[in-house]
């Protein structure tokens, strides 16, 4: 079968689908009909056949190098490999907001199962329609300004390729890991609104979404590692963040979320802070979608640009109607939802948690300031003013480094209210174990005040996870009679939510001094070497020994190779690359590493002379592979948090 | 207003307070300036003490690369007014899409005695390809 004419079907029974679902939704609610409601219901859920159809269309033309489509002839070419084809489909704007609308659909499908026995229940049906006229958005899109489906006049005979940046796996599973993420929070923006506009407000809601809140958080968070792993072993700068605005519009959406994550639990315990979390899951939900919204429309410079291509319009008008229509609703239902008792002391574990909300939060409005701060400038002054890196790591540090502190204090902090002789208790170790830590590390030499800073508050934070651990080890102990090594493991298991949170937290630290080494203690140096000649760059000796150049299928790779020796001893060999692929106009360096535990060795060659000359780019980042780990970790601990407990039959 | 919810509330407005010092000091400290060819050579009050970020067009012809010390010598043309020119240097490696024509991002001071721009980041854009290039040709 004709697979364009599939697609474009497809797309337009997904849209009619959400439509007639909507439409019967809004019957049923009026009439207070139910079986409307059910077959809205049904519907709804249908259009993920609909769009699964449309997207298994797109990757068959991407199998068989239809290249009379635009989309297959703009990011694939016969030499692609097929790994690369399949995965082209969301390489550039059309095919990810396909993917996009997809996985929405996939989603909402779950939920309409998940909800089938709910359908009497008044929120349910407002649930739906949120999630109906959401998907029924990006299928307007789809069916109109961005099908993929769009033909050429003409059909060439080879497609443009994909860039080769592009090429590697991390790059592959990067943007389709940071979509679940920002799509995962629609479900419960849609149960926050269905629970405004019913007056179910409850924490039902909160209850009921918290495992997709925790699954897109962990989406995003594993998302913007596999980016900055991408930026690291392939872009060969050296660097793994670099403060980009598509970067930050990742980060903004993962501040926000794991604020609501924090108070949620605090709603969930105490039933405070319930307008804060409403306004928490839709700050949530829109800088998921300001940041598609900034991706796409190309208001902003960006290493990700896809360059303008209209969509800007439809995602503002979109942003600014979820978020006024939000605003309305939380002021409707402010009188019911705000809280006659709130926070007992200053001292206490929530008003920790108030904190920690408050930190994230001012460090997500500096970094979305810092983005559009050049827009803003120009508009106020009509200047441009613009600012970079440095005013990230310069705004955003000592932020950091506060929110790591409280990370420690929070489980110091009893609930409700702290006393004195328990406060001076739980501290002794931890602080104790902090400024011992920070003598010994300004003894060896690390005087500036930020590093010394990260690491004795990341020696505090973990002393007191440790404590925690022991804590329940040994409770657990006194309770069963077990041997401590037994009992940890069965307590971390049995309180695994609490404890998954933990390791989250633990994570969290490692990435701390994974990054505080790779940035405080980075060294770099850049040389150009005659074959023979050598380098030196902290404890290593880089001698340029062999230069070959060989056709690998759809590229041309010169690779020069380089004897390491670390403190004169031989520490192997490093071969590094630059690899001309037919399709593209620039050439790519192919990153060299060495990873230690003690600090990773990064060796690019960024040009390579008419005698084969080489200039060569060194650098040392110590501990980064720390950050690497920490950040499994922090995926680690959240899959933990989430492992349902013994399956329960829903009561029917 | 129980005292302890003032307490709380002042700790809050002394954070808010701090951030907002944070970012205006990060402006301060950090902010770049755009300004085009032409005006860097027609502005005699240029911010000396801090950075400048420029963007135009490497001239033709004007590319002169030692890569044996990584400094690279160039001339950049203003993106409107093509009579406006730029000397510039900069030490460092020669990116892959630096070459003539292409779009260069340059960030540095400009040296008024030598008449000759130090830049301390250089960026070149190639003229990637963009869905709309299939749909022209």
């Known amino acids: ?652 | 207003m129980k005292k302890r919810a003032k307490k709380t509330i002042l700790a809050l407005l002394l954070i808010l307070g701090g951030v907002g010092f944070l970012i205006l000091k990060g402006i301060s400290d950090t902010g770049v300036y755009y300004r085009t060819v032409a005006e860097i050579l027609s502005d005699n009050d240029l911010p000396q003490q801090r950075g400048v970020r420029v963007s135009g067009n490497v001239m033709p012809g004007s590319i002169e690369y030692d890569q044996q010390n990584l400094l690279l010598r160039f001339m950049v043309r203003d993106m409107k007014e093509a009579d406006k020119t730029l000397r510039v240097s900069y030490r460092g490696v020669r990116p892959d899409a630096f070459r003539e024509e292409a779009e260069v991002i340059l960030e540095g001071r400009f040296d008024r005695t030598n008449r000759t721009f130090r830049a301390e980041t250089l960026l070149a854009k190639c003229p990637s390809k963009y869905e709309s290039e299939v749909a022209k040709r």
């Not at chain 1, 009619?16 to 009909?33: H, I, K, P, V, W």
């Not at chain 1, 068989?64 to 995965?87: C, G, H, I, M, N």
């Not at chain 1, 994909?162 to 993420?181: K, S, V």
């Not at chain 1, 403190?567 to 692929?581: D, F, K, L, N, S």
């Open chain 1, 1 to 652: 079968m004709n697979m364009v004419l599939l697609g474009n079907l497809s797309l337009a029974a997904a849209f009619a689908a959400s439509l007639l679902a909507m439409m019967l939704l809004l019957t049923g609610l009026m009439r207070n009909d139910l079986r409307c409601i059910e077959s809205g219901r049904r519907f709804l859920a249908g259009v993920a056949v609909f769009t699964s159809m449309a997207a298994l269309a797109l990757s068959r033309l991407f199998m068989t190098d239809a290249f009379q489509v635009e989309y297959v002839a703009s990011y694939s070419d016969r030499a692609l490999p097929l790994f690369y084809k399949a995965t082209s489909f969301w390489a550039g704007q059309k095919g990810s907001l396909l993917f996009w609308a997809w996985v929405l659909s996939l989603y909402i499908a779950l939920v309409t199962w998940n909800t089938r026995r709910e359908t009497r229940q008044k929120n349910t049906p407002y649930i739906y329609l949120v999630l109906a006229a959401i998907l029924g958005f990006f299928l307007l899109l789809l069916n109109t300004v961005s099908s993929p489906f769009t033909l050429l006049s003409f059909t060439p005979p080879d497609g443009q390729g994909l860039n080769p940046m592009l090429q590697n796996p991390g790059m592959i599973f990067h943007p389709p890991t940071l979509f679940l993420g920002y799509i995962g929070f629609t479900i419960p923006f849609a149960y926050a609104v269905a629970a405004m506009i019913s007056g179910r407000l409850d924490p039902g809601w909160l209850r009921k979404t918290r495992r997709w809140n925790i699954l897109s958080w962990i989406f995003l968070t594993i998302g913007i590692i596999l980016g900055g792993q991408w930026a690291y072993v392939e872009l060969g700068w050296g660097g793994f963040w670099a403060w980009d605005p598509v970067e930050n519009a990742s980060f903004i959406p993962w501040l926000v979320s794991t604020a609501f994550i924090h108070t949620a639990i605090i709603q969930e315990r105490r039933n405070i802070m319930r307008v804060w979390n409403m306004a928490l899951i839709v700050l949530t939900f829109l800088t998921c979608i300001f940041g598609t919204y900034l991706v796409r429309s190309g208001v902003l410079q960006s290493v990700h640009d896809f360059g303008a291509t209209g969509l800007g319009g439809f995602f503002l008008v979109f942003l600014l109607v979820t978020g006024i229509g939000s605003t309305i609703l939380i002021a409707e239902s402010y009188s019911q939802l705000r809280t006659r008792h709130s926070l007992e002391s200053l001292l206490s574990r929530e008003s920790t948690f108030l904190f920690n909300n408050v930190i994230l939060l001012a460090i997500a409005f500096s970094t979305l300031f810092g983005t559009v701060f050049p827009l803003i400038s120009e508009m106020v002054t009509g200047r441009k003013l613009t600012v970079g890196e440095p005013f990230f790591n310069q705004v955003n540090t000592p932020l950091f480094l506060l929110l790591l502190l409280l990370t420690g204090l929070c489980p110091l902090i009893g609930w409700r209210r702290a006393s004195a002789d328990n406060l001076k208790k739980n501290f002794l170790f931890p602080a104790t174990l902090a400024i011992a830590g920070a003598m010994v590390l300004f003894g060896t030499g690390v005087r500036e005040f930020y590093p010394l800073a990260a690491f004795s508050l990341a020696l505090f934070v973990s002393a007191t996870i440790l404590g925690e651990f022991a804590a329940g080890a040994r409770a657990r102990k006194r309770l069963t009679g077990e041997n401590l090594l037994v009992a940890l493991p069965r307590v971390l298991w049995k309180l695994r939510r609490r404890y998954g949170g933990y390791v989250v937290h633990f994570g969290m630290v490692l990435m701390v001094i994974g990054i505080t080494g790779a940035t405080a203690f980075k060294q770099e140096k850049e040389a150009t070497l005659q074959r023979g000649e050598a380098m030196t760059i902290g404890d290593y000796r880089l001698r340029y020994t062999d230069f070959r150049s060989f056709q690998d299928r759809n590229r041309t790779v010169y690779a020069a190779t380089l004897d390491v020796t670390r403190q004169g001893r031989p520490a192997g060999r490093m071969t590094t690359e630059r690899r001309y692929y037919i399709n593209a106009e620039q050439p790519t360096t192919e990153v060299s590493l060495r990873i230690s535990a003690r600090e990773d060795l990064y060796l690019t060659m960024p040009t390579i002379g008419s005698n084969n000359e080489i200039t060569i780019r060194a650098a040392i980042n110590p501990l980064l592979v720390w950050g690497w780990v920490g950040g499994g970790l922090m995926v680690l601990g959240g899959i933990m948090a989430i492992i349902p407990s013994r399956r329960r039959r829903p009561t029917p």
